[in-house]
């Protein structure tokens, strides 16, 4: 155990320092700034026992793209003091990788894996974290051109901002939120007005349905009740967009749903841009397959290669999720001679299977992003895909998940 001046030493500050014209990652410990290459064997050992004490407090926890959820039950988990551990634990055991022991481990796990793949993981860039959110920041991370930016873009739209996913990833969005207030369980008039807009939202994306979206052919599926001649006094995307507008207002303060308002933000852009589209479901098949067509040109036309909305519903398309997927550590692309290796990881508060799993399943998407990203770009040479999870007392281990390969690594001096 260490003493009370023990963990009075650990205490830090992290800080951007210009060194040589670039800027580096530096400690003020004992009041002195020590360079992260420079930094002491005395340091790590201070910060591994505390990484080991905060992986005892959270062995139950694990964060799956912005949220912490218990394994024992899959609730999510909205306690601040949780919260900040896990932000503690991640600090420290981005900082702990780049020890020189456990540097030289990775080396050699990842030699004996296979000879012609490297690490990317030892310069403090290739240790940043990162959430994937949008098209720009993953280009801007693959070193992928403007032109070659304009092309996915062309290409991506027409699949992802067809009326199916686009009303797919709503209901999702507004499903995720329902979710985490029936988890919160709290009942505050802020609380009980946005549930009872979500739920009326809900309802009217159902009972708005297009009726040519079931499975049926056409000349068998009923006749509307009704034939409308104004297409002006129909209902419209814009009832959707006021809907949202008021569920963001009624949660703007809530800081445990901060990730579930900041979807409904995203998707405001691409509802502001087909609002004065009918969604009315009691007109002719033919003008609901044109309104359908409206909405998928529009949003085309409209969502630029950095929106969100565009990459939200890109995840949709790909997976049937929305959530942005957040990445502990970014890696990089790593090797030469037509062998690129594009490696990322993620920290884990245990070595329990259903952990491992999980991770192993949140780095499959995030590499599958990347990976779609790079094929729609038509980039030179194939990049092969690898994903790292680091734990304390790890059993070490490489996995083949998808035709993809992930390597467990265990966090020791």
């Given at each position: ?11 830090f ?10 800027w580096?990652?530096?400690y ?11 930094a ?5 050992r ?6 080991v ?5 959270l ?18 988990i909205?306690?601040?003091y ?8 991640n600090s420290l ?9 456990v ?11 296979q000879?012609q ?7 403090l ?6 959430t ?13 051109s ?6 996915i873009?062309?290409?991506v739209?027409?699949?992802v901002t067809?009326?199916?996913i686009?009303?797919?990833?709503l ?6 939120l329902?979710?985490e207030?029936?988890?919160i ?21 159902k009972?708005?349905?297009?009726l ?19 297409l002006?006094t129909?209902l419209?995307?814009?009832e ?26 995203v ?5 502001y ?12 098949f033919k ?8 909405v ?8 630029g ?6 990459f ?19 890696g ?5 001679g ?22 192993v399943?949140?780095?499959y ?6 990976k ?9 040479g194939?990049?092969?895909l ?7 007392g790890?059993n ?9 390969k ?8």
């Amino acid at each position: 155990m260490l003493s009370n001046s023990g963990w009075n030493r650990l205490k830090f500050l992290r800080t951007n320092v210009m060194c040589h014209g670039q800027w580096k990652l530096a400690y003020h410990f004992h009041d002195t700034e020590i360079d992260e290459e420079l930094a002491p064997q005395e340091w790590y050992r201070l910060a591994y026992a505390k990484l080991v004490k905060l992986s005892y407090l959270l062995k139950n926890v694990e964060h799956i793209d912005g949220k912490l959820i218990s394994v024992d039950d899959n609730s999510i988990i909205n306690d601040v003091y949780i919260i900040n551990q896990m932000k503690s634990f991640n600090s420290l055991a981005r900082t702990l990788i780049s020890a020189p022991s456990v540097q030289c481990a990775l080396k050699k796990s990842l030699t004996s894996a296979q000879p012609q793949v490297f690490s990317c993981f030892s310069s403090l860039n290739g240790r940043q974290p990162m959430t994937l959110d949008s098209l720009t920041k993953i280009c801007n991370f693959l070193g992928i051109s403007a032109q070659q930016r304009k092309s996915i873009r062309l290409t991506v739209c027409p699949q992802v901002t067809q009326h199916h996913i686009w009303r797919g990833a709503l209901e999702e969005i507004l499903n995720d939120l329902k979710r985490e207030l029936d988890n919160i369980g709290f009942n505050s008039p802020a609380f009980q007005m946005a549930r009872q807009v979500m739920m009326s939202c809900l309802k009217f994306l159902k009972d708005t349905a297009s009726l040519h979206e079931s499975e049926a052919p056409a000349w068998m599926r009923l006749a509307p009740l009704k034939k409308v001649e104004k297409l002006e006094t129909l209902l419209k995307w814009e009832e959707v967009l006021e809907m949202f507008v008021h569920l963001s207002q009624c949660m703007s303060q809530e800081e445990r749903l901060l990730c579930s308002i900041a979807k409904i933000d995203v998707m405001k852009e691409g509802l502001y841009h087909i609002k004065d589209i009918v969604i009315e479901r009691d007109i002719s098949f033919k003008e609901a397959r044109r309104q359908d067509s409206l909405v998928q040109k529009k949003l085309t036309k409209s969502l630029g290669h950095s929106s969100k909305c565009l990459f939200t519903l890109l995840l949709y398309y790909l997976y049937g999720t929305v959530r942005d997927i957040e990445v502990e550590v970014c890696g990089g692309v790593c090797g030469g001679g037509g062998k690129l290796y594009l490696q990322i990881g993620k920290f884990l508060t245990s070595d329990d299977e259903k952990m491992v799993r999980n991770g192993v399943k949140q780095l499959y998407r995030a590499l599958g992003v990347f990976k779609f990203v790079w094929e729609t770009a038509s980039m030179d040479g194939t990049v092969n895909l690898q994903g790292h999870i680091w734990s304390v007392g790890a059993n070490e281990r490489t996995l083949t998940y998808r035709g993809n390969k992930f390597f467990v690594h265990n966090i020791i001096l």
